[in-house]
């Protein structure tokens, strides 16, 4: 059984930084993937960064250049640095592993709302 717990949301000013953290518990092997992915109200769930095994991290247009997404291994965790955010950011954010021979685990979300 994989888990994965997300936190760091909350409400922030426009301009302001987040950081939020996916920590992964259970029997997990062979990642192949880890990402992050948002979901506005009323829209479908959109990647934000991802991390393929052996390659660069990509990131949506919309956040690239104040976005930045690492990783501890030996933590099994990963990070979502967030600066210069503003309302357009609002959504909850998942976090998402592929791991365990293709398979994809999600963690409940943590929402972010960007507001003055």
């Known amino acids: 059984q994989v888990q994965l717990v997300e936190s760091g949301g909350g409400l922030v000013q426009p301009g302001g930084s987040l950081r939020l953290s996916c920590a992964a518990s259970?029997?997990?092997?062979?990642?192949?993937?880890m990402g992050w992915y948002r979901q506005a109200p009323g829209k479908q769930r959109e990647l934000v960064a991802v991390?393929?095994?052996?390659?660069?991290?990509n990131y949506a247009d919309s956040v690239k250049g104040r976005f930045t997404m690492s990783t501890d291994n030996a933590k099994i965790t990963v990070y979502l640095q967030m600066n210069s955010l503003s309302p357009e950011d609002t959504a909850v954010y998942y976090c998402?592993?592929?791991?365990?021979?293709?398979?994809?685990?999600w963690g409940q979300g943590t929402q972010v709302t960007v507001s003055s």
């Open positions: 259970g029997t997990i092997f062979s990642i192949t993937a």
């Open positions: 998402r592993f592929t791991a365990n021979r293709g398979r994809d685990y």
């Open positions: 991390i393929n095994e052996g390659a660069s991290t």
